[in-house]
């Protein structure tokens, strides 16, 4: 084996790797300047307006060349030597065997082990050869096995390793900090002096001669140690243990995870300055951005005011100098004069400057700006998407480690804190817009007014000798003229001190994006933002543990009252039996004064008022509000039936929930492209006739067959039938289901033809579906779930806004008293005594809509041709119903199972006399308990929620 050949070779293996990884950084180093000069050439053909697109392109720039961050290991960072060395190194012999050099039995050793036994062996190697020497013959050798490849391994390989990394290290930080020098000059905005100044060629070059030195001085004292340790190893002075194969094997590991740790450390202090350089880069974009559409919006800000000047406040002005200008001489015919004044100020003033004037005004193009740069700042925000990486410990200057760095987002640290203060102040500032605008406008408004009451009045004067009309109509005018300079001081101030205002934000929220090029600040944000989510978290898992607790609380508490009811139930018969007094005719007495009252209040309002909460289906789509979930059931069921399924809905919801008003908004909104059949239940009630009779002709298939009707239907081109208040079909008796059976048939056999769509009140149901199963029949049982908060609202402040009223909202005393409350501006009491209303009717209404409207109507306290008064929302007391018999409970579950009833058929339900029940019904009648509407008697609305709650209470219903 030729070992200097050998040796050469690695030599010049290791030479060839090192010089391809400095001319691998040379060329990405030359890139970089030659792109960043490309780039500075674009710019200076483009001035200043291309500020933002340079910095991108830079950024772009640097993601291509610089350093990424990676877990580099030694097999692929230096593939090309290691499959070189490796190659040596299979050639090397194992091991050989060899003649010791005479110099180990000569002088001293410098292991301490050498210095013990290498007397004893010189010792011994002289007698052994003592005899040869007598009888002159040459001495037998001493052989010494050398393990060659394990000790070319550990001195080529294991040995040079460190130094390896070494090199490693200085290729980085050559390239880190020439490319750094290029960061210092682009940061200076010099881009006028020539970037020349980075030389790199003469950096590499340095480098190059330094790795090269470096490299030969330790070749050199390799080869010398290899030579060396050749002569000793396998003696007592280089023991061959030391060069075990396992150990050899297990240092190679050691050496390799070390170069990696060091390799991978340095990369990422290059890693770490080229991210802090990305970082300033995306930072200086979005603010030179930020700052060029502030500019943009100024501009047109200024252009639209002084287009309101020039086209609008100006010609204003002029007119009314001129007009003034007519009435200032002396000999004028003035009743003419005026007659032409008004015709001018109608033709001329109003139709061609205040009316377009105020238009200009109204389209809120200030306004409509604001929100596009709102838009278009959110938009260049939302652009950032990289994350980068950090040094955790301010102090540390490297290595750093991967545990040492930590990964940050610009777009989180900007979303944390910074943008929701500008969102804040824009709002703020669009609001401020918004007032000013109304309040030009009705200042506008005024100068029609002023002119027009100075001019009427001078004519009504003419013939008055004591009154002086010129001189009304000259200081009208006069008014109107400082009216519009007022006008236009106005406008100019407040324009200028909104665009000082929006300077000033503008400033604040670039400086606050300005400090995320300081690492401290991110770490700061990134800490606070950490500690934020923490506590929404903590705040999350609070939340769910109320809400299992608050479920549960809710359980105790509806068992409580449900044992409070009946106690007081049993109290109140055992006190009736026990002391005779007439506390059940007081306690409905109570019923009878609560709906006089109620009726009364409700009468006194506006005729115009008391319409638009009227209880009746609405036929109009403005007013209608929520119920999304059960549109988007329904309309999954109308898609099932149109590709040819069996489908079917049924709605179910209380009575006056809402039922009829969704049937007709969703026959609206469909997309109904069949012959639509619409009835109710009640129809069928008052008809006279049979099921069959009535149903086959109310959908022009007259038969008197069930069976003929399922055929007809079938044979038929497909339909939509809508047949509402089933709970009119049937009656609780024996044999009251034969009707409703009949027609059950009729749709559960015809779903393929006709797509079915169906009501029925809540009690009719659950009666219905313990009896009968009935929901069996349909294939989409559709439940209104209870209105939110703030459906109720929109549902009622819809209708108040029709009628023109402003509504102001009336605390009552505890709220009066309440601290927070009193903290609150009028705006924000006005929004808080609004939710805490609708919050409280909606809890006491449960969605029951009818309610709602009447409840609403009750707590009206004043109102005039401004507005109304609401007062704080004051459950009434029902626990005066809890007295009642249950012979008339058992009328009123009648009543709301079947949705009305006549006497004689309430009679047949509850097994009693016509003549004793109709005495009955009248006493609650005149109690204000149900009404007769001529079809039936009916349940009052406005006890609907107490009679449930009473029901509830007397286990009559669930």
């Given at each position: 084996?030729?070992?200097?050949?050998?040796?050469a070779e690695w030599?010049?293996?290791i030479?060839?790797?090192?010089?391809?990884k400095?001319?691998e950084?040379?060329?990405?180093?030359?890139a970089?300047?030659s792109?960043?000069e490309?780039?500075?050439?674009q710019?200076g053909?483009?001035k200043?307006?291309?500020e933002?697109?340079?910095k991108?392109?830079?950024?772009?720039?640097?993601?291509?060349h610089?350093?990424?961050?990676?877990?580099?290991?030694?097999?692929?960072?230096?593939?090309?030597?290691w499959?070189?060395?490796?190659?040596?190194?299979?050639?090397?012999?194992a091991?050989?065997?060899?003649?010791?050099?005479?110099?180990?039995?000569?002088?001293?050793?410098?292991?301490?082990?050498?210095?013990?036994?290498?007397p004893?062996?010189?010792?011994?190697?002289?007698?052994?050869?003592?005899?040869l020497?007598?009888?002159k013959?040459?001495?037998?050798?001493w052989?010494h096995?050398?393990?060659?490849?394990?000790?070319?391994n550990?001195?080529?390989?294991?040995?040079?390793l460190?130094?390896?990394?070494?090199?490693?290290?200085?290729i980085?930080?050559?390239?880190?900090?020439?490319?750094?020098?290029i960061k210092?000059?682009?940061?200076?905005?010099r881009?006028?002096d020539?970037?020349e100044?980075?030389?790199?060629d003469s950096?590499v070059?340095?480098l190059?001669?330094?790795?090269k030195k470096?490299?030969?001085?330790y070749?050199?004292s390799?080869?010398?140690?290899?030579e060396n340790e050749m002569?000793?190893a396998?003696?007592i002075?280089y023991?061959?243990?030391?060069?075990?194969?396992?150990?050899?094997?297990?240092?190679?590991?050691r050496?390799?995870?070390k170069?990696?740790?060091?390799?991978?450390?340095?990369?990422?202090?290059a890693?770490?300055?080229?991210?802090d350089?990305?970082?300033?880069l995306?930072?200086?974009?979005?603010i030179?951005?930020?700052?060029?559409?502030?500019?943009?919006?100024?501009?047109?800000?200024?252009?639209?005011?002084?287009t309101l000047?020039k086209?609008?406040i100006q010609e204003m002005?002029?007119?009314?100098?001129?007009e003034l200008?007519?009435?200032?001489?002396?000999n004028?015919?003035?009743?003419?004069?005026?007659?032409?004044?008004?015709?001018?100020?109608n033709k001329?003033?109003?139709m061609?400057?205040?009316?377009?004037?105020q238009d200009?005004?109204?389209?809120?193009s200030?306004?409509?700006?604001?929100?596009?740069?709102?838009?278009?700042?959110?938009s260049r925000?939302?652009?950032?998407s990289?994350?980068y990486?950090?040094?955790?410990?301010a102090?540390?200057?490297?290595?750093?480690?991967?545990?040492?760095m930590?990964?940050v987002?610009?777009?989180?640290?900007?979303?944390?804190?910074i943008?929701?203060?500008?969102?804040r102040?824009l709002?703020?500032?669009?609001?401020?817009?918004r007032n000013?605008?109304?309040s030009w406008?009705?200042?506008?408004?005024?100068?029609?007014?002023?002119?027009?009451?100075?001019?009427?009045t001078?004519?009504?004067?003419i013939?008055?000798?004591?009154a002086?009309?010129?001189?009304?109509?000259?200081?009208?005018i006069?008014?109107?003229?400082?009216k519009v300079?007022?006008?236009q001081?106005q406008l100019?101030?407040?324009?200028?001190?909104h665009l000082?205002?929006?300077n000033?934000?503008?400033?604040?929220?670039?400086s606050?994006?300005?400090?995320?090029?300081?690492?401290?600040?991110?770490?700061?944000?990134q800490?606070?933002?950490?500690k934020a989510?923490?506590?929404?978290?903590?705040?999350e898992?609070k939340k769910?543990?109320?809400a299992?607790?608050?479920?549960?609380?809710l359980?105790?508490?509806?068992l409580?009252?449900?044992v409070?009811?009946?106690?007081?139930r049993?109290?109140?018969?055992?006190?009736g039996?026990?002391i005779l007094?007439?506390?059940?005719?007081?306690?409905?007495r109570?019923?009878?004064?609560?709906i006089?009252a109620?009726?009364?209040?409700i009468?006194?309002?506006?005729?115009?008022y008391?319409?638009?909460?009227a209880?009746?289906?609405l036929?109009?789509?403005?007013?209608?509000?929520?119920r999304e979930?059960e549109i988007?059931?329904?309309?999954?069921?109308?898609e099932?039936w149109?590709i040819?399924?069996?489908?079917?809905?049924?709605?179910?919801?209380?009575?006056w929930?809402?039922?009829t008003?969704?049937?007709?908004h969703?026959?609206n909104?469909?997309?109904?492209?069949?012959?639509?059949?619409?009835?109710?239940?009640?129809?069928?009630k008052?008809s006279?006739?049979?099921?069959?009779?009535?149903?086959?002709?109310?959908?022009?298939?007259?038969?008197?067959?069930?069976?003929?009707?399922i055929?007809k239907?079938?044979?038929?081109p497909g339909?939509?039938?809508?047949?509402?208040?089933?709970?009119?079909?049937f009656?609780?008796?024996?044999?009251?289901?034969?009707d409703?059976?009949d027609?059950?048939?009729?749709i559960?056999?015809?779903q393929?033809?006709?797509?079915?769509?169906?009501?029925?009140?809540l009690l009719?149901?659950?009666y219905?579906?313990?009896?009968?199963?009935?929901?069996?029949?349909?294939?989409?049982v559709?439940?209104?779930?209870?209105l939110k908060?703030?459906?109720?609202?929109?549902?009622?402040?819809?209708r108040?806004?029709?009628s023109g009223?402003e509504?102001?909202y009336e605390p009552?005393?505890r709220?009066l008293?309440?601290?927070k409350f009193?903290?609150?501006?009028?705006k924000?009491?006005?929004?808080?005594?609004?939710?805490?209303f609708f919050?409280?009717?909606n809890?006491?209404?449960k969605?029951?809509?009818s309610m709602?409207l009447?409840?609403w109507?009750?707590?009206?306290?004043?109102i005039?041709?401004?507005?109304?008064?609401?007062?704080?929302?004051?459950p009434?007391?029902?626990?005066?119903?809890?007295?009642?018999?249950?012979?008339?409970?058992?009328?009123?579950?009648?009543?709301l199972?079947?949705?009305?009833l006549?006497t004689?058929?309430?009679?047949?339900?509850?097994?009693t006399s016509?003549?004793?029940?109709?005495?009955?019904?009248?006493?609650?009648?005149?109690d204000?308990?149900?009404?007769?509407d001529g079809?039936?008697?009916?349940i009052?609305?406005?006890?609907?929620?107490?009679?449930?709650?009473l029901?509830?209470s007397?286990n009559?219903?669930?």
């Amino acid at each position: 084996m030729d070992y200097n050949k050998a040796q050469a070779e690695w030599h010049q293996s290791i030479e060839r790797d090192l010089n391809e990884k400095i001319d691998e950084i040379a060329d990405r180093l030359h890139a970089i300047q030659s792109g960043f000069e490309s780039i500075i050439g674009q710019r200076g053909t483009k001035k200043k307006r291309d500020e933002t697109n340079f910095k991108l392109l830079l950024l772009d720039l640097l993601r291509n060349h610089c350093t990424e961050l990676s877990a580099g290991n030694f097999e692929s960072v230096h593939y090309n030597w290691w499959d070189t060395y490796l190659s040596i190194s299979s050639e090397m012999p194992a091991k050989i065997k060899k003649r010791q050099h005479p110099e180990r039995f000569t002088g001293s050793s410098t292991s301490t082990k050498g210095r013990i036994l290498k007397p004893f062996k010189i010792f011994f190697f002289n007698l052994g050869n003592l005899p040869l020497k007598l009888f002159k013959k040459t001495p037998k050798p001493w052989m010494h096995v050398v393990k060659v490849r394990p000790l070319f391994n550990r001195i080529f390989f294991c040995d040079f390793l460190p130094h390896l990394a070494r090199y490693d290290q200085l290729i980085t930080k050559t390239f880190t900090e020439v490319a750094l020098e290029i960061k210092i000059w682009e940061e200076s905005g010099r881009f006028d002096d020539s970037l020349e100044s980075v030389d790199v060629d003469s950096s590499v070059k340095v480098l190059r001669k330094r790795i090269k030195k470096e490299l030969n001085e330790y070749y050199d004292s390799a080869i010398k140690r290899f030579e060396n340790e050749m002569l000793l190893a396998g003696t007592i002075e280089y023991d061959n243990h030391r060069l075990r194969e396992s150990n050899e094997r297990d240092r190679i590991l050691r050496e390799k995870k070390k170069w990696s740790e060091s390799y991978n450390s340095w990369n990422n202090v290059a890693f770490i300055e080229f991210e802090d350089w990305r970082s300033d880069l995306e930072i200086q974009s979005l603010i030179l951005s930020v700052n060029e559409l502030a500019k943009t919006y100024q501009n047109k800000s200024k252009k639209w005011k002084d287009t309101l000047v020039k086209s609008f406040i100006q010609e204003m002005s002029s007119y009314v100098e001129d007009e003034l200008k007519k009435f200032q001489h002396k000999n004028i015919d003035l009743e003419k004069e005026i007659k032409a004044s008004q015709y001018r100020l109608n033709k001329e003033f109003n139709m061609k400057l205040l009316l377009p004037f105020q238009d200009s005004l109204s389209k809120n193009s200030l306004l409509n700006m604001l929100d596009q740069l709102d838009y278009e700042i959110r938009s260049r925000i939302d652009g950032i998407s990289e994350n980068y990486y950090v040094v955790k410990d301010a102090d540390n200057e490297g290595p750093y480690r991967g545990s040492d760095m930590v990964k940050v987002s610009n777009l989180d640290l900007i979303s944390f804190e910074i943008r929701p203060k500008l969102t804040r102040a824009l709002e703020k500032i669009k609001s401020e817009v918004r007032n000013n605008i109304v309040s030009w406008t009705q200042e506008v408004g005024d100068l029609d007014e002023i002119i027009t009451y100075s001019l009427n009045t001078a004519i009504s004067e003419i013939d008055n000798e004591n009154a002086e009309p010129q001189k009304m109509v000259i200081e009208g005018i006069e008014r109107s003229v400082r009216k519009v300079q007022s006008i236009q001081e106005q406008l100019e101030k407040t324009h200028l001190s909104h665009l000082e205002e929006f300077n000033g934000e503008i400033q604040l929220f670039t400086s606050e994006i300005d400090k995320l090029t300081d690492n401290d600040n991110v770490r700061s944000l990134q800490f606070r933002l950490s500690k934020a989510r923490a506590i929404e978290k903590s705040e999350e898992y609070k939340k769910r543990l109320r809400a299992k607790w608050g479920n549960w609380r809710l359980v105790l508490l509806n068992l409580f009252k449900v044992v409070w009811n009946r106690t007081k139930r049993i109290y109140g018969r055992l006190r009736g039996n026990i002391i005779l007094s007439e506390a059940t005719g007081e306690n409905i007495r109570g019923v009878s004064d609560f709906i006089s009252a109620s009726d009364e209040k409700i009468a006194s309002l506006p005729l115009m008022y008391r319409r638009l909460y009227a209880i009746e289906p609405l036929t109009n789509d403005f007013l209608f509000e929520g119920r999304e979930k059960e549109i988007k059931s329904v309309a999954e069921s109308f898609e099932a039936w149109k590709i040819g399924r069996y489908a079917s809905a049924l709605l179910v919801g209380e009575k006056w929930s809402g039922l009829t008003t969704l049937v007709e908004h969703l026959q609206n909104n469909l997309p109904i492209q069949v012959p639509v059949s619409r009835f109710s239940g009640k129809q069928y009630k008052y008809s006279g006739k049979s099921m069959i009779e009535w149903f086959s002709e109310s959908i022009d298939c007259p038969t008197t067959s069930a069976s003929e009707l399922i055929s007809k239907l079938n044979e038929s081109p497909g339909r939509m039938i809508i047949l509402e208040d089933i709970q009119h079909l049937f009656i609780r008796k024996i044999g009251g289901l034969k009707d409703l059976n009949d027609i059950l048939r009729v749709i559960s056999s015809t779903q393929k033809k006709v797509f079915w769509l169906s009501s029925i009140s809540l009690l009719a149901f659950r009666y219905l579906e313990k009896t009968m199963r009935l929901s069996g029949v349909f294939s989409y049982v559709v439940h209104l779930e209870e209105l939110k908060d703030d459906d109720v609202r929109a549902i009622i402040l819809k209708r108040n806004r029709i009628s023109g009223f402003e509504i102001k909202y009336e605390p009552d005393e505890r709220i009066l008293s309440d601290k927070k409350f009193k903290k609150l501006d009028e705006k924000g009491k006005q929004q808080y005594l609004e939710a805490r209303f609708f919050r409280q009717l909606n809890s006491f209404s449960k969605s029951n809509i009818s309610m709602a409207l009447q409840y609403w109507l009750l707590s009206t306290r004043e109102i005039d041709q401004h507005g109304i008064v609401i007062s704080a929302f004051q459950p009434p007391d029902f626990s005066f119903l809890y007295h009642m018999d249950d012979s008339r409970c058992h009328i009123l579950y009648a009543l709301l199972l079947h949705d009305g009833l006549e006497t004689r058929e309430l009679a047949d339900v509850l097994y009693t006399s016509y003549s004793n029940l109709d005495r009955v019904l009248l006493e609650m009648e005149e109690d204000g308990l149900i009404g007769h509407d001529g079809q039936g008697y009916r349940i009052n609305t406005l006890i609907f929620r107490p009679a449930i709650q009473l029901l509830q209470s007397r286990n009559m219903i669930l």
